[in-house]
């Protein structure tokens, strides 16, 4: 009966496995072993995460069809993952059946990844526009990131074009390849319990030259300088330091971080707008295409 199906050259993968699993009952195990061969064979990066969507009777005799969502930051990828009945051959790939693709049938088309804006605790996080505007821009950034600094000159063109139609959320994602980039962050929310607006002071101090420049000297020039624009502002020193030493920034950087992991944020800058993931560059253009909406 096999026989009477073609399935064309595309089948990537014919894997062999034995894999004990015990605890599971025999549909789970199915499923288990679906997850971790698209995992393996495909290659996902840690953190990303493989839901689960449906099995059921495969167009291969005695295989089942298992369809799984890759969650990328900006794309949910639908795939098939084929296995016998008993957990213990394994078909990844695509398979064609009289000439039509019925894996690519099965799964379905990539689609925009759409994120709750619930998820994202903006209401804990420093923003700048107008609380009312149409457009919410989410950004996960640091101050250690060149690309960053470029985003975060776009973003401050936009709410100048755009006061009333943008609003702009700031979270901490501080990477651990960047040297300093936490401490730096833990500084800035440390100075956002003093008040919102220090925070955007010191914000744009660190994304300027000068921040840079003295963020890559360190030390009590960087510290001078920043107790000197916080006074500027008629903030209190000792309540930043207090917060800075028992530890008040750190747990909001240390949350921001937590919502990130959960999206997943892969690297700096990642955007949001109004729940979608932005893959491409911030432009007018796209501004404009969700103001028109």
């Known amino acids: 009966m096999l026989k009477k199906i073609f399935l064309g050259v595309m089948v990537s993968f014919l894997t062999l496995l034995s894999i004990s699993m015990v605890g599971f009952a025999q549909e789970d195990k199915i499923v288990q072993i679906a997850i971790e061969t698209a995992k393996i064979h495909m290659r996902i990066p840690r953190g990303m995460e ?5 099995k059921k009777e495969s167009p291969i005799p005695g295989f089942y069809s298992v369809k799984l969502i890759i969650m990328a930051p900006d794309r949910e990828y639908p795939t098939i993952v084929y296995l016998d009945e008993a957990g213990e051959k394994v078909i990844l790939g695509t398979i ?19 994120i709750d804006m619930g998820q994202l605790e903006i209401e804990k996080s420093p923003f700048r526009g107008s609380p009312k505007a149409k457009l919410t821009i989410v ?31 700031f979270k901490h994602f501080p990477l651990p390849s960047l040297e300093g980039a936490f401490e730096l962050a833990e500084i800035a929310a440390s100075v956002q319990v003093t008040k919102d607006e220090a925070f955007w002071v010191l914000h744009s101090f660190f994304f300027s030259d000068e921040g840079q420049a003295l963020i890559k000297e360190g030390g009590e020039l960087l510290r001078q300088k920043v107790n000197g624009l916080l006074a500027e502002k008629g903030c209190d020193i000792k309540i930043f330091q207090k917060g800075l030493v028992i530890g008040q920034g750190k747990r909001r950087v ?5 919502v990130g992991r959960k999206i997943p944020v892969m690297g700096t800058p990642t955007i949001i707008i109004n729940g979608d993931f932005i893959g491409e560059e911030l432009t007018d253009r796209v501004i404009e295409g969700y103001l028109r909406r």
Request: aromatic share 16%.
């Open 254 to 258: 240390e949350e921001d971080m937590a």
């Open 50 to 54: 493989v839901k689960f969507i449906e």
């Open 96 to 114: 064609f059946i009289k000439g039509e693709n019925v894996t690519q049938k099965e799964a379905g088309s990539p689609r925009p990844r759409k």
């Open 139 to 169: 950004e996960f950034s640091n101050f250690r990131c060149p690309y960053c600094i470029n985003s975060w000159k776009r973003i401050r063109g936009f709410l100048e074009k755009y006061p009333q139609d943008v609003k702009y959320v």
